[in-house]
């Protein structure tokens, strides 16, 4: 090779690394700025008032109103949480021993309702079940209150189960199928097949959806609001010190008072993580994909039933919501209509416009980030990755307002003034979201020969074109299904978002919210209506399009 | 010298890995690294090709030193034990991928090279075949393309037939030898199966527990082997103590004859089809035999025959250990 030839190649090596390093700096930077430092920012101003260091904040928790908040807070979020987790269960053995074609329309299912906007069960609930509700009074005549707490967990169920189903069905999934087999082999009925053994294989799993919902129960402040009449709640008494009287101290110490929680949570999370990474590898799917427990007897009727009503109650919410955003009651009759779309304010065009536009950048850019992080930690593994790893984890434990409030605290002056912008929605919705793909990156990347990297090299590609060249197009999947996931998520959540929003900067979800806050429902159901087609649209169509590209690809 | 290692060190946990290791390479030869798994054979050829940086000591090329080269700019290829292809690019985009990179090639010109490379190792007419599509001899003849299409100084080969069943191992072997001798490139190959070292290489470096044990031709290492291990990791080995000496008998150098008076039994008789392995009992005294042919494997277990070694011209030597 001539000399200088050899000095171009130099060059262009030279660059690659420096490429490489500023990519890493770059991800390690924003862990630190955007995540690290508004949690840091929360904490902070919990403890100091006017620049003085105070305990004010924590001992008005302690005072009467407050105890009774905490108290509400845990009987809410226990009861709902427990009973959520109880039905997600059935729920996901049904989704997991269910013959073929009913297996794949159950997961398609409760993939599909996954994708609520908030507060679209809180809109039927109120709409069947209200004062002037469908059923309860045009039908039976009936006048109930549905507000109070029975109505927050009953919507909080109606809201979560569709995900805690989901989340626990790959603890299902993932189980030694051998053990059933066994089990079943040594005569065991399937109740006892059922209790000994699938029920001590999944515990992990359980524990973990159980304090998840916990911790998204008690850090909930909209449901409360909508549907907990006089009925209030420690995330309810957030919100309003925020939202009303910007007293960011108070609220930041009530968000610090349900990190416990969070933290069992991901405690649990994380063993149960574990426990399936660790099934992996060995083969213990003796049964070529299909099920090794089959449903009979008691547990079929139990499992049938909750599944039943479930998608009994999904079918109530969803049909409810599309019937009254394109029809009009008043005359006493149902009329089909598309006033409701039309007088919809320019504004709320709008909000829908940025509600699209953030969150795809958002979904985008954190998927990117997700790989990026997995790629440096575990394929790389530069030394203390691990460690930005796992604060990358930490948004998506901890509840969701104290990572909004952690924004507020931390953007609202010098030096990151960036309040009231589009940016400080886009970098929430970011880093919240990032561990999601960084996760299913880390799984992909265990399937990829670690040699490949390696081979790259040595046939004389940069550090950068074995990232673009390489890595970034063996998990593409990968990018595909974080996008849509965290689109969809960035589409229909309002937590941490609320706080961020301003004038001219809302966003679909946040005036939904708002409309059913201010009692007016219809508006409000022809925004849950648009968000549901966008959304679901998106989802499809991404899905034929990773579908068209497999099919290409052989 | 074409290659010379000096004083590599590179040591893991547990004292795993490589702890000194001097050797020289000549141009056009085929070097095997022989020994078990943990002996440090991969290990030295990952510093070659430039994966990992060594503890200590030196790599020269042709005079220069390349220990601190990463493997994008070194004149090394190598072909990886699991392949390593790219399996988001077609069979014809693998080969050219090192083309491209390290040669700085357009596609276009790349192209036609790559298509050489193919049919040179009798893959032409699969250019636009999928990696997922082939069988695991086909891959193995992209991975081999596709390294020596950088036109490397020096091919590196991590075990390469380990994942390939009998048959195929065999003839991809022969075909391997026969491409090195065609095309002169110095290949370090590295593997723990004793039959493909002898078979293929000008030198082999038996190691063990990272350092070199012996370095010779395959009939040095067979015939003269230094050590106990090395006698027993290359071919079978029995250890006779005469006269206060020990002296190696491969079990195919030993005779025996039926005999009722004999002094050994036979206490356990392998038919292997060519071959048929015994293990003859004398008291303590076990001793292994291999003979050949259809006579070699008439004799049965508890057998009384008459055994001994040393009278033929290829016979043992000794050996002090």
Redesign the interface.
């Known amino acids: 090779m001539n000399p200088r030839t050899e000095k171009r190649r130099h060059g262009r090596y030279a660059w690659a690394e420096l490429g490489d390093r500023l990519i890493l700096t770059l991800v390690l930077a924003g862990i630190a700025l955007f995540i690290l430092y508004p949690i840091v920012s929360v904490v902070a101003t919990s403890f100091f008032k006017d620049g003085h260091f105070t305990l004010e904040y924590y001992r008005e928790l302690a005072s009467g109103r407050s105890l009774k908040l905490i108290r509400n807070s845990l009987w809410v979020s226990s009861l709902s949480s427990i009973l959520t987790t109880a039905a997600a269960f059935f729920i996901a053995l049904a989704a997991y021993a269910a013959p073929g074609r009913i297996r794949r329309f159950l997961r398609r299912s409760l993939l599909f309702t996954m994708i609520s906007p908030p507060f679209v069960s809180a809109l039927a609930y109120i709409f069947l079940f209200g004062r002037r509700g469908l059923i309860t009074h045009q039908l039976l005549g009936l006048s109930v209150n549905p507000y109070g707490w029975h109505g927050i967990v009953i919507l909080q169920m109606i809201g979560s189960i569709s995900f805690a189903s989901l989340m626990l069905l790959p603890s299902f999934d993932h189980m030694d199928q051998r053990l059933v087999l066994a089990s079943r082999d040594l005569g065991a009925s399937p109740e006892k097949t059922l209790f000994s053994v699938i029920l001590l294989l999944v515990r992990p799993g359980i524990l973990s959806v159980l304090f998840t919902l916990f911790t998204m129960n008690l850090a909930d402040f909209g449901t409360p609001i909508v549907i907990g009449g006089n009925f209030k709640v420690l995330a309810t008494e957030a919100y309003t010190q925020v939202i009303s009287t910007a007293n960011l101290g108070r609220a930041s110490a009530i968000s610090i008072l349900m990190v416990p929680a969070a933290a069992v949570a991901f405690y649990f999370y994380y063993q149960s993580l574990k426990k399936n990474e660790s099934a992996g590898g060995t083969d213990r799917n003796a049964m070529d994909g299909e099920p090794a427990y089959t449903l009979t007897g008691a547990v079929a009727g139990a499992a049938w039933t909750v599944t039943g009503m479930f998608f009994l109650v999904m079918a109530l919410k969803y049909g409810n919501i599309f019937l009254s955003a394109f029809s009009n009651t008043a005359s006493g009759s149902l009329t089909f209509t598309l006033d409701y779309f039309g007088k919809l304010p320019r504004s709320q065009w709008n909000s829908f416009g940025h509600s699209l536009v953030y969150s795809a950048v958002a979904a985008a850019v954190s998927a990117f980030l997700g790989i990026l992080l997995s790629y440096y930690t575990h394929r790389r593994k530069i030394a203390g990755m691990r460690t930005a790893e796992f604060f990358a984890l930490l948004p998506y434990i901890i509840p969701g307002t104290f990572f909004g409030l952690g924004y507020v605290a931390a953007f609202s002056h010098p030096p990151m003034y960036i309040r009231g912008t589009s940016a400080i929605i886009i970098l929430n919705l970011v880093f919240r979201q990032i561990s999601l793909t960084n996760k299913s990156a880390n799984a992909m990347f265990s399937g990829i020969d670690r040699k490949i990297e390696d081979a790259a090299r040595d046939l004389g590609a940069s550090r950068l074109e074995v990232l673009f060249g390489v890595i970034l197009p063996l998990l593409k999947t990968t990018f595909a299904t974080g996008f849509i996931s965290i689109f969809t998520s960035c589409m229909t959540s309002v937590g941490a978002i609320i706080f961020l929003i301003s004038p001219g900067k809302n966003v679909a979800s946040a005036e939904l919210f708002q409309s059913i806050e201010n009692g007016r429902y219809g508006v409000a159901s022809v925004q849950a209506v648009l968000i549901i087609l966008v959304t679901v649209g998106i989802n499809m169509a991404f899905m034929s399009l990773t579908k068209r590209r497999e099919r290409g690809g052989k | 010298m074409f290659l010379q290692l000096k004083g590599l060190k590179k040591i893991y946990e547990e004292e795993k890995g490589l702890k000194n290791l001097d050797l020289e390479i000549e141009e056009g030869s085929f070097v095997t690294l022989l020994g078990p798994s943990g002996c440090g054979k991969t290990t030295t050829l990952n510093l070659l ?3 990992i940086q060594p503890d200590s000591g030196h790599i020269l090329l042709e005079g220069e030193d390349i220990t601190g080269l ?9 072909v ?3 392949y ?5 690019l077609n069979v014809l985009d693998n080969v050219c ?2 083309l491209r ?4 090639m357009k596609k276009k010109e790349a192209a036609p090279i790559a298509m050489e490379e193919l049919k040179t190792v009798g893959l032409s007419g699969y250019e636009t075949a ?1 990696i997922g599509e082939l069988s695991g001899g086909q891959q193995q003849r992209v991975a081999l393309a ?2 020596m299409a ?1 036109g490397p100084k020096i091919l590196l080969l991590d075990e390469p037939l380990s994942n390939l069943d009998a048959g195929l191992r065999v003839q991809l072997r022969e075909e391997l030898k026969e491409l090195q001798k065609k095309l002169g490139i110095t290949m370090v190959f590295v593997t723990h199966d004793q039959e493909e070292a002898l078979s293929l290489s000008d030198k082999i470096v038996v190691m063990e527990k990272g350092v070199a044990v012996q370095t010779g031709t395959p009939r040095e290492i067979y015939f003269s082997p230094v050590s106990r291990y090395v006698a027993s990791f290359v071919g079978k080995a029995n250890y006779i103590e005469e006269n206060g000496r020990v002296q190696i008998v491969r079990p195919e150098d030993v005779w025996m004859e039926m005999d009722p008076s004999g002094d050994y039994t036979v206490r356990s008789a392998s038919f292997m089809g060519a071959h048929t392995l015994y293990e003859l009992e004398n008291g303590s005294n076990v001793i292994k035999a291999d003979l050949f042919g259809r006579e070699g494997s008439l004799f049965s277990v508890g057998d009384r025959v008459r055994a001994g070694w040393g009278s033929r011209k290829d016979g043992p030597r000794d050996c002090h250990l």
Do not use: D, K, M, W
């Open positions: 090709g430039g994966f990463p493997p994008e700019r070194r004149p090394v290829s190598t990886f034990q699991s390593a292809l790219f399996p988001h991928y090192g990179f390290f040669r700085g999928r596709r390294a950088t």
